[in-house]
């Protein structure tokens, strides 16, 4: 018996789930006795704006891709919402580190299609130096950081620069983005403890697409999710319905006040689905069935936005067909457009990162440039260079 009365001693978690907040219906209807964010019309309207122009991206570049146009590339789609009701409610000044998802967040803050497009094709234009993979976007103008391909390396880094914003007295925080893939990596630990015990101001969004590539949520872990890995370590956490625009909105109004306020982290786990492969180089069939993406394209955000704004007065059909429209077309010409421009210098791989290159990796560019010079046939963009080899 005194074994028994031991074993009581333990706990079992969570002791009750965390509760999902959601405000919108598919049919953009408000949930009863919820409210509403104060939102303006047109902040509403390029947030749906922003949407769209990263599905319709997404469309054209997984296209290009299968045409052998592209190399790789990741979409967003279905996850619109849990990015743009997000990066909506940050300003400016907030710096941003993301996954490889949130396309959207740069879209918003102002990277333009041609800009998109040079990264894509790493062409001579692109703010990398076509130094990094496609997808890989990075401005330091509009406070995004350049991102990696390693998981959730930049969950450390987030708390670590957010610890910097507060020591600087900035009215600033960090917002960083990832999977609940990547919440399975050391780094996700490490990096919410450090946010946690130093209150850095950075708010955390994990986004809950219910697979890591190929592994489901459910294989990934036993716990109530990601939140309440966040009350675990003394951060404030709130799940939301990461397709309902308005919910996370709502949640990141509110994220974002307690962060540069109280100077302390918060924790966003948004609850959607990844409609499409993981990336192109993925094939979804293989690990989850078509009745499960269709019962969740029902549920897409952007349908569900679009449903609420009719609601309002402030969208109409000819409006939207005319913004697809649009699109479409704009993304298709600077597609054209930047797959003609030339690859970066070759002398650009070595420039940047010292003052002055030193002796080794000279030797080894030189090395490299013998090697091109003597088989030029098998490097064709290297001599249509816009600089000097």
């Not at 797959?339 to 070595?350: D, H, M, S, T, V």
Request: charged share 20%; with cysteine; glycine share 8%.
């Amino acid at each position: 018996m005194a074994g028994k009365s031991e074993t009581n001693l333990f706990i079992e978690g969570p002791l009750s789930p965390i509760p999902t907040l959601s405000i919108l219906r598919a049919d953009g209807s408000l949930r009863d006795a919820v409210q509403a964010p104060s939102i303006e019309p047109q902040l509403a309207e390029k947030i749906y704006a922003d949407m769209v122009y990263t599905r319709v991206l997404d469309e054209r570049m997984v296209s290009a891709q299968r045409q052998g146009r592209l190399s790789f590339y990741v979409t967003c789609s279905g996850e619109e919402a849990s990015i743009a009701g997000t990066i909506a409610a940050f300003q400016p000044i907030d710096m941003v580190m993301s996954q490889y998802r949130e396309q959207l967040a740069l879209r918003f803050r102002g990277f333009s299609t041609e800009q998109f497009m040079n990264q894509l094709f790493s062409n001579v234009d692109d703010l990398g130096k076509g130094r990094q993979m496609p997808v890989h976007y990075g401005s330091r103008e509009l406070n995004f950081m350049t991102i990696s391909s390693p998981l959730a390396t930049q969950i450390p880094q987030a708390a670590g620069y957010a610890y910097g914003q507060k020591l600087e007295g900035k009215n600033a925080c960090t917002l960083c983005y990832f999977g609940e893939g990547a919440a399975s990596e050391g780094d996700f630990h490490a990096g919410l403890n450090m946010a946690a015990v130093l209150d850095c101001p950075v708010v955390f969004v994990a986004r809950n697409n219910g697979y890591a590539i190929s592994t489901p949520a459910a294989q990934q872990y036993a716990g109530d999710g990601i939140a309440a890995r966040g009350v675990g370590y003394g951060i404030k956490s709130i799940r939301v319905d990461g397709n309902d625009i308005l919910a996370v909105y709502s949640a990141a109004v509110a994220a974002r006040k307690i962060a540069v306020e109280e100077q302390r982290p918060v924790l966003i786990e948004t609850m959607s689905y990844r409609l499409g492969a993981h990336s192109t180089s993925d094939d979804p069939s293989g690990y989850r069935s078509h009745d499960e993406e269709q019962q969740w394209r029902e549920k897409d955000p952007i349908s569900r936005m679009k449903n609420w704004l009719l609601k309002q007065g402030w969208w109409d059909e000819a409006r939207d067909a005319a913004l697809y429209q649009g699109y479409r077309q704009e993304i298709l010409e600077q597609l054209k457009l930047a797959e003609k421009r030339p690859k970066p210098a070759l002398g650009e791989l070595i420039t940047d990162v010292y003052h002055t290159p030193p002796a080794q990796l000279r030797e080894q560019l030189d090395s490299l440039q013998a090697h091109i010079d003597l088989y030029p046939d098998s490097y064709p963009a290297l001599y249509q260079s816009g600089g000097e080899k």
